[in-house]
């Protein structure tokens, strides 16, 4: 019962310290954003988004945990796009295009963020990812910290993030069926992403053993689902720039620099923990699809 107190008061105190970590960010995002108000919503947004990205590696480092940064590719879009939507237009002028936007965003950062929590064991937890580089870098993990696990997420996800500009501001107040494309596309990849984190989150708790390989639901038929949805969530958003303001074609980088992510990056990272601590898993890859869903080969 003890042990039990105390795992729960530093779990307690470690969300706390989160939790002020993103207030403190927020903060000097807003206080940059201020300083800059004469420029740019789109420059004003890069640079607070900067800035708050320093304040948490600020945090990462005076803790030891990288992993203080993994809920901010789900928090900082919920801030850019309110910050958006204001600098666009009175909320009473808002069309049900923005809302619905503006709705799809927060369902998958809400949704992504509590997902993190769920799993996040404290300050004594990092992501396994951070913690080979902080191993296999020593000297230079400070360095490694600040560009590749924070500042570069960062920008890619403000480069998804562009696909939200130009609906936002967009003065177009009617809906047309190409609306509704976007938004299905968008809602499909949430539900896709929320479904396979479920699937998983099941999986690893009604199957202790290491080793084994998840081959159940969507992981059937992708060996990272949750992925394709991620991926799937940001074109998405950005149909809604080619249905709104085709003169933004451009943002397609943001999409475009999310999936290269994931394909040069993410799924290689993955595939090849599993490849040592899985056996079978190597059969498994010829089998399955690595992202986007499909029957497995016999």
Same mark, same amino acid.
């Given at each position: 019962m003890k042990r039990s107190k105390?795992? $729960?008061?530093?779990?307690?105190?470690?969300?706390?310290?989160?939790?002020?970590?993103?207030?403190?960010?927020?903060?000097?995002?807003?206080?940059?954003?201020?300083?800059?108000?004469?420029?740019?919503?789109i420059l004003i947004a890069l640079w607070a988004d900067i800035a708050a990205t320093l304040v948490i590696y600020i945090f990462s480092r005076l803790f030891k945990n990288s992993s203080f940064y993994d809920p901010y590719w789900s928090v900082a879009p919920l801030v850019i796009v309110i910050y958006w939507a204001y600098a666009a237009m009175p909320i009473a002028e808002m069309g049900l295009r923005q809302i619905i936007v503006i709705v799809l965003v927060f369902i998958w950062g809400i949704r992504l963020t509590l997902n993190w929590a769920r799993q996040w064991q404290g300050l004594g937890h990092e992501?396994?990812?951070?913690?080979?580089?902080?191993?296999?870098?020593?000297?230079?993990?400070?360095?490694?910290?600040?560009?590749?696990?924070?500042?570069?997420?960062?920008?890619?996800?403000?480069?998804?993030c562009l696909s939200l500009y130009p609906v936002l501001s967009s003065g177009e107040p009617s809906l047309g069926i190409q609306d509704?494309?976007?938004?299905?596309?968008?809602? $499909?990849?949430?539900?896709?992403? $929320?479904?396979?984190?479920k699937q998983l989150n099941g999986f690893i708790k009604a199957v202790p053993r290491h080793g084994q390989i998840m081959k159940q639901g969507l992981w059937a038929y992708s060996r990272h689902p949750n992925y394709f949805?991620?991926?799937?969530?940001?074109?998405?958003?950005?149909?809604?720039?080619?249905?709104?303001?085709?003169?933004?074609?451009?943002?397609?980088i943001g999409p475009l620099a999310i999936t290269l992510l994931f394909l040069v990056v993410s799924i290689p990272l993955m595939d090849k923990r599993s490849l040592a601590y899985r056996p079978g898993y190597a059969e498994h890859m010829k089998k399955v699809s690595a992202l986007v869903p499909w029957f497995s080969k016999k």
């Open positions: 105390v795992v $729960s008061s530093g779990l307690t105190k470690a969300f706390c310290l989160c939790l002020l970590a993103y207030v403190l960010a927020i903060a000097a995002a807003m206080i940059v954003g201020h300083a800059l108000n004469h420029k740019n919503p992501d396994w990812r951070y913690t080979k580089y902080r191993t296999s870098y020593q000297g230079w993990f400070w360095l490694i910290d600040l560009i590749g696990i924070e500042m570069m997420p960062t920008v890619i996800v403000f480069l998804g509704i494309l976007a938004v299905l596309v968008t809602l $499909s990849a949430i539900i896709i992403e $929320s479904s396979a984190d949805g991620e991926i799937l969530f940001w074109w998405g958003l950005y149909l809604f720039v080619l249905f709104t303001n085709s003169h933004f074609w451009w943002t397609v």
